[in-house]
């Protein structure tokens, strides 16, 4: 048996194509939806990835803001640029890219975002109504992946989900999704002991924890649909999830690549928030 390939990269070209429409739509009524990206030092991944969020909204109609900081820069100059994003009206989402200097709070810089804004769904005031079910941005990631569960006809009510990682931006709202969509969700993370053994009881297994080829073959069970959400380097520097791909596609019912499978969704659920804000703030949107 071969896993069927969940390819994020057409799943989130078919929602970009949505999302570019409605972004006509609004602008047809006289609101351009916004995102502005804030980016702290000269990081090579943190520039790829602010790059591409810059270039996936431009793509869709969007204006698109870059400010590039020195990694030097004070807090309050940080918070001041945050403060009058918050104030700019052409401006619907905002966005810090992570991580920060050791200087500077992150957390204190999260809570300045206007959770009107908080397209990256990190404020406490979203991620609190997400947990308890009211409207909210929700993170990035996990509201990709539910995005690729539901694409591929993944059937969530019921199912045992496994989440192993329990970071803030990952495997805690993943779980907290999952379980209003009415599946059985266990977490697991790094302490876990004997994680083999919970991990093959999953239905849906969604990988977060941050270890090039963590998980193999005898961690799953025969046809569970496995997300992988891992982003690392190989012993030979190749591209690679946190999942051994090569020995669990012959055992997975389902499957994403790396690249090529969570990786495309998060920018697509960036563009989706930031039209939402956009459509929520254009008092002449109809």
Same mark, same amino acid.
């Given at each position: 048996?071969?896993s069927v390939?969940i390819?994020?990269k057409a799943i989130?070209a078919?929602?970009r194509?949505?999302i570019? !429409?409605?972004?006509? =739509?609004?602008?047809?009524r006289?609101?351009r939806p ?9 990081? +090579?991944?943190?520039? #790829? ?5 810059e270039?996936?909204?431009?793509a869709?109609g969007?204006?698109s803001?870059?400010?590039q900081?020195p ?6 100059d940080?918070?001041? #640029?945050v403060?009058?994003?918050?104030n700019?009206p052409?401006?619907?989402g905002?966005?810090? +890219?992570? *991580?920060l200097?050791p200087?500077?709070d992150e957390?204190k810089?999260i809570?300045?975002?206007s *959770? ?9 005031e979203?991620v609190?109504?997400?947990?308890i079910?009211?409207?909210s941005y929700v993170s990035?990631?996990?509201?990709g992946?539910l995005?690729? @569960? ?5 059937d969530?009510?019921?199912k045992?989900?496994?989440i ?6 990952v ?7 999952? @379980?209003?969509?009415?599946a ?13 053994s919970?991990?093959r009881?999953a239905d !849906?297994l969604?990988?977060a924890?941050g270890?090039?080829?963590y ?5 799953i069970?025969?046809g569970?649909?496995v997300i992988d959400?891992g982003?690392? =380097? ?10 051994d791909f ?6 997975a019912g389902?499957?994403?690549p790396?690249?090529?499978g969570v990786? *495309? ?5 960036l563009?989706k928030n #930031? @039209? ?5 703030a254009?008092?002449?949107?109809i």
């Amino acid at each position: 048996m071969s896993s069927v390939l969940i390819d994020g990269k057409a799943i989130g070209a078919k929602i970009r194509e949505e999302i570019k !429409i409605d972004v006509e =739509r609004l602008i047809e009524r006289g609101c351009r939806p916004g995102l502005a990206v804030v980016l702290v030092g000269d990081d +090579q991944a943190s520039r #790829t990835y602010v790059k591409n969020k810059e270039k996936s909204s431009t793509a869709a109609g969007m204006k698109s803001e870059m400010i590039q900081l020195p990694i030097t820069v004070s807090q309050k100059d940080l918070l001041d #640029t945050v403060d009058r994003l918050n104030n700019d009206p052409t401006i619907h989402g905002i966005l810090v +890219q992570l *991580p920060l200097p050791p200087h500077i709070d992150e957390n204190k810089v999260i809570r300045s975002i206007s *959770p009107k804004k908080d397209v990256d769904g990190f404020h406490p005031e979203n991620v609190g109504k997400m947990i308890i079910g009211q409207t909210s941005y929700v993170s990035c990631t996990p509201a990709g992946i539910l995005e690729l @569960l539901k694409h591929t006809g993944t059937d969530i009510s019921g199912k045992h989900a496994v989440i192993v990682g329990r970071s803030n931006i990952v495997g805690k709202p993943m779980g907290q999704l999952l @379980l209003q969509k009415d599946a059985t969700v266990t977490y697991c993370h790094s302490k876990t002991e004997n994680l083999e053994s919970f991990t093959r009881q999953a239905d !849906i297994l969604i990988v977060a924890i941050g270890q090039a080829k963590y998980i193999t073959a005898d961690h799953i069970k025969a046809g569970a649909t496995v997300i992988d959400v891992g982003m690392n =380097r190989d012993e030979n520097g190749k591209l690679c999830g946190d999942v051994d791909f090569e020995s669990v596609k012959e055992k997975a019912g389902a499957l994403t690549p790396v690249p090529g499978g969570v990786g *495309p969704m998060t920018v697509t659920m960036l563009l989706k928030n #930031t @039209l939402k804000s956009a459509q929520l703030a254009c008092s002449n949107y109809i």
